[in-house]
Each structure stands twice: as C-alpha cells, then as structure tokens.
C-alpha cells in the first residue's frame, strides 16, 4: 500500500524517503537497483522515444528507468522542484541544459568565477555555436543589471563558486533576470539542497554535480538538472535522450543511498570547516581564509541569508603556493591530495590563478584584478570531510611547516 507522502514534510524525512516505496513484489525496505537496459511491453510501443506512451513509463533506459525515477523523485522533493532529470556527471547535466536551450544568436550572461569545466565549456564551446557569451562578475548585481538585456536567453551562476567561495544573490539575480525576459540557472553544487533551494528564491532552473556532496561517498559520478516548465521536456528529449549522457542505475542508486545521510553529513560538514577555517585564519603561514561561514568572509551576511548550512568548502592563500603544493602533496598523512569536492574524506588541492585564466577563466582587466585581489597566485581548496577536525589541523599544520 502506497505510503502517505504528506507525512514526508520535513528535509531529514525527505532524504530518506522521497522517491523511495517498499517492494510491491517482496515488501524488500531498501530500494531495489533495476539494471535491466530494455523492458517487456505488454502492448507494442513506439521505437522513437518522441512517440512515447505516458502509461508505458519504462520501455528503454535511456529514456527512462525506475532506480534513476527514485532519485529524481527524492531531489525534486529536497530542492521544492517540480521535476527532476538526472544525467551520467555534473556536466552532462550542465551541457544537456545549455545546450537544450540555447539557440544561435542567444546571449548566455554567466558569472566568470565557475567550475572550471564549466567556464571552458561556455569559453570554448557555445561561441563555436554561435552563442554569444558575457562573462562578468555577477557577484556585483550592477554588472548583472548593465549585461542582461532583451537578447539574453539565459543567465547561469554558480553559489558558492568554485575556487574562491564567491556568492551571488539567487533572488535579486533572479528578479533582474526575469524582468528582461530571461531565465536563471544556478549551479548549487556547492551549497547542495540542505544549504540552499534556489528555485524556491526564483530560479528556473538547479544544476547540481551529484558526485560531491549529495552523493557523497566519492564513489559515484552523477549530475542533476531540476525546474518546472516545458523548457524540461526539451532537456529531457533532447538533452538526455537524444545527447545520451545518461547515469547508470548503479550509480544513481549509489547516489540515493547517499542522500539518506545528506542532512547529517552537511551539519558535519559545516561544523569541521568552521573549525579548520577559524584555525587556519590565526596561521602565520596563511594570508586568507575564504569561507562563506567565517564573519570575515566578505559576503557573510548574504550567506546566513541565502544559506541554511555554510557547507565544507574551505580555500585558503599563502605565499608560495606553487612550491608549497608538491611539499602539501607528499607530506599530508589525513588529507587526500586530490581533485573534487563534498566527500565524507578530507581533499586539499591547489588551483593556480595563471592556468585558471589562460585555459578556462574568461577575466581580465579589472575583473582579474578583482579576481587577484582575492586569489592571488592561485588558492588551496580545500574540501573539509567527516574526521575529526583536531586531526584535520594538525595534518595541515604540520604539511605547512618548514
Ligand atoms: C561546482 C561544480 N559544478 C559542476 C561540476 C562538474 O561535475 P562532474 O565532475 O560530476 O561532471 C563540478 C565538478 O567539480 C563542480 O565543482
């Protein structure tokens, strides 16, 4: 018997059983993974997914499959979205949405502080397409208000943005975007939906990289795009049908099982990065401490506005970062030198200035020197995971002596 999902209200409810019903067949509490690629039709069905009948849901998994229908069902109730679309990583999500809507001639207004994949892909890709790219400090909502005009189809910002924990404001951001007639997209990878609901400050449109925080586990690849609205038939049809990068059922089972602990890991997560940020700040070692939840963070107030959880992404800057960074990858004994985010175990990396601005970053002139005066040289980022913070100080400490 189907459960009563009224009672599924609150975020810790939610994580662990949206989406989820158990076993018709076996009454079986955990959710089944379905790994079959094909489905028994009890009618003759369509070939082409654009002949699709609503009430043969799964016939192809491609097009459809219940493990991946679970966790889509469990992130549109975390995020408030009326439906979700999950894809194979972060940017199969990000360019199934990009490229679903944007046309030639269309102007995409984006913030120049983005996951580096992402930058490149707007940098190097949409131009080629015809897209035309405006990358500015959106940070700054005066930049936002002189770039948004009639012609811009799309605007997409990343809060916290990856390396420098930078914030934008979803809501004025949206309002401005909506009153020239465009649309918002927020990646909120950093934040995850224990931090922030975008769609419920007036975006249209939620990105998330699934294999950081919500999947957690380091363990599995997955992206997310959630919103309301035809604009997700087409991000359906074409972005994840036709263009392919669909997640396996592996995996997005993987990913909801690690939802289950979301609510719990990002409290941990936010606690053990207070404590290493308000160690590093008294560092002699370290020059700045970047971290949305520290009252030193320029945009502390908008933090504890927009956000219920400050997250675990702390960067930090100090001299001789370059060199600093092969000692950091040698002599760290908790740390995992290691690319990528929101795992249950602490990962440091070092990500240079100069590379970010010759190979993705699209600033220069005043937005560099913007950019410089917080970053410098480069930054460590550092993803703060569940150990036990005195262990995480010590290891950095000791990895920063001479
Ligand atoms: C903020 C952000 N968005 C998107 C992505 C891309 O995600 P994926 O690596 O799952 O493709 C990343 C990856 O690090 C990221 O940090």
């Given at each position: 018997m189907a459960r009563d999902k009224r009672l599924i209200r609150g975020i810790q409810t939610k994580a662990v059983h949206a989406g989820?019903?158990?076993?018709?067949?076996?009454?079986?509490?955990?959710?089944?993974?379905?790994?079959?690629?094909?489905?028994?039709?009890k009618e003759p069905q369509a070939f082409s997914a654009s002949?699709?009948?609503?009430?043969?849901?799964?016939?192809?998994?491609?097009?459809?499959?219940?493990?991946?229908?679970?966790?889509?069902?469990?992130?549109?109730?975390?995020?408030?979205?009326?439906?979700?679309?999950?894809?194979?990583?972060?940017?199969?999500?990000?360019?199934?949405?990009?490229?679903?809507?944007?046309?030639?001639?269309?102007?995409?207004?984006?913030?120049?502080?983005?996951?580096?994949?992402t930058a490149e892909l707007a940098r190097q890709s949409l131009p080629r397409l015809g897209v035309n790219v405006v990358p500015i400090d959106t940070s700054y909502l005066p930049n936002v208000e002189n770039a948004v005009s009639s012609k811009t189809r799309l605007v997409w910002i990343e809060t916290p943005a990856n390396p420098i924990l930078r914030l934008c404001d979803i809501a004025a951001i949206a309002d401005i975007a909506h009153d020239a007639g465009s649309e918002l997209a927020v990646d909120s990878t950093f934040a995850s939906p224990i931090a922030t609901r975008p769609l419920t400050m007036g975006a249209d449109y939620v990105v998330h990289s699934l294999t950081k925080y919500i999947g957690g586990h380091g363990d599995a690849m997955g992206g997310a795009v959630l919103g309301s609205g035809t604009s997700m038939d087409l991000i359906e049809s074409e972005g994840l049908i036709h263009f392919g990068g669909t997640i396996s059922p592996f995996n997005a089972w993987l990913i909801q099982r690690g939802i289950a602990t979301l609510p719990l890991r990002m409290e941990a997560h936010q606690r053990n990065a207070m404590a290493v940020a308000s160690f590093?700040?008294?560092?002699?070692?370290?020059?700045?401490?970047?971290?949305?939840?520290?009252?030193?963070?320029?945009?502390?107030?908008?933090?504890?506005?927009?956000?219920?959880?400050?997250?675990?992404?702390?960067?930090?800057?100090?001299?001789?970062?370059?060199?600093?960074?092969?000692?950091?990858?040698?002599?760290?004994?908790?740390?995992?030198?290691?690319?990528?985010?929101?795992?249950?175990?602490?990962?440091?990396?070092?990500?240079?200035?100069?590379?970010?601005?010759?190979?993705?970053?699209?600033?220069?002139?005043?937005?560099?020197?913007?950019?410089r005066s917080i970053a410098g040289d480069g930054v460590f980022r550092m993803s703060i995971g569940l150990e036990d913070p005195d262990d995480l100080c010590a290891d950095i400490d000791q990895a920063l002596s001479e």
């Open positions: 989820e019903e158990p076993d018709s067949v076996t009454g079986a509490s955990a959710p089944n993974i379905v790994m079959s690629s094909t489905f028994v039709v002949g699709r009948d609503p009430n043969t849901p799964y016939v192809y998994s491609r097009w459809a499959n219940p493990t991946v229908q679970q966790l889509q069902e469990k992130l549109a109730s975390l995020e408030e979205a009326e439906r979700c679309i999950c894809f194979a990583s972060g940017m199969a999500a990000t360019s199934a949405l990009l490229f679903s809507l944007l046309q030639p001639g269309d102007e995409l207004v984006i913030s120049d502080t983005n996951y580096p994949g590093l700040e008294k560092h002699q070692r370290v020059e700045a401490v970047l971290y949305p939840g520290l009252p030193s963070h320029p945009q502390h107030d908008l933090a504890s506005k927009q956000m219920d959880n400050y997250s675990g992404m702390v960067s930090i800057r100090v001299s001789d970062g370059e060199v600093l960074a092969k000692k950091l990858a040698r002599e760290l004994k908790v740390f995992h030198y290691a690319v990528s985010l929101g795992h249950f175990r602490s990962l440091i990396y070092w990500i240079s200035t100069e590379e970010l601005v010759s190979s993705s970053y699209h600033i220069e002139g005043t937005q560099l020197d913007a950019y």
